[in-house]
């Protein structure tokens, strides 16, 4: 695993602990650093297999 995937990895799992904390995408997107909410939703949904809505809702 190189270092970009790594910082990814890292990100994602807080991003997982934040939506279950009731925080809202834009947010998360943005305390992140990621450009954009879509961004963040892309990669999310790349690296989970879901949207960061759908995660929460199952």
Known sequence: MNLKDYIMDCK????????????????????????????????FKEKTGQTPNAYISS
């Open 12 to 43: 994602i799992h807080r991003a997982i602990q934040m939506l279950k904390e009731g925080v809202p995408v834009s947010l998360i997107a943005e305390q992140l650093s990621f450009c954009s909410s879509s961004h963040f939703i892309h990669v």
